[in-house]
């Protein structure tokens, strides 16, 4: 896989979820069993997983479609998804138990951090640019 097939692929998950999630973020109770309490609380849902995620599908459309924006968005897309898949793995570890939401999420995470990164290598390995790096 390229870093563009990649960048594009998360493109198409990220941004339409994060917009779904912004607009709908009641749709967390039955997927995720996230439950917004107070306005705040709906808010912060809006925020982490409707802002946070559709920020980070058009940062990787951008990667996609223009050079500059794809070490960048590798960058960011595989600090983003190693940070949630280890959080996630953490918060099993102190007893938050796994439910198929926190499985396929930790495996998608983990997934995308390490395409992400392994991508960005092999193209920083493959790049003239990279030996002054």
């Known amino acids: 896989m390229g870093a563009r097939v990649l ?19 009641g749709f967390l109770e039955g997927a995720a069993g996230l439950v917004a309490s107070t306005p705040t609380a709906t808010g912060e849902l809006r925020a982490m997983y409707g802002g946070l995620q559709a920020a980070l599908g058009v940062l990787c459309g951008l990667g996609c479609l223009r050079l500059e924006w794809r070490d960048p968005a590798l960058i960011a897309l595989g600090f983003l998804t190693a940070g949630l898949a280890l959080a996630r793995i953490a918060g099993v570890a102190l007893g938050s138990g796994v439910e198929p939401y926190t499985a396929v999420a930790v495996a998608f995470e983990v997934a995308s951090a390490g395409l992400a990164f392994g991508l960005r290598a092999r193209l920083r390995a493959r790049s003239p640019a990279a030996e002054g790096a």
């Open 7 to 25: 960048l594009g692929l998360s493109a198409l998950v990220w941004l339409p979820y994060g917009l779904f999630c912004l607009m709908q973020p």
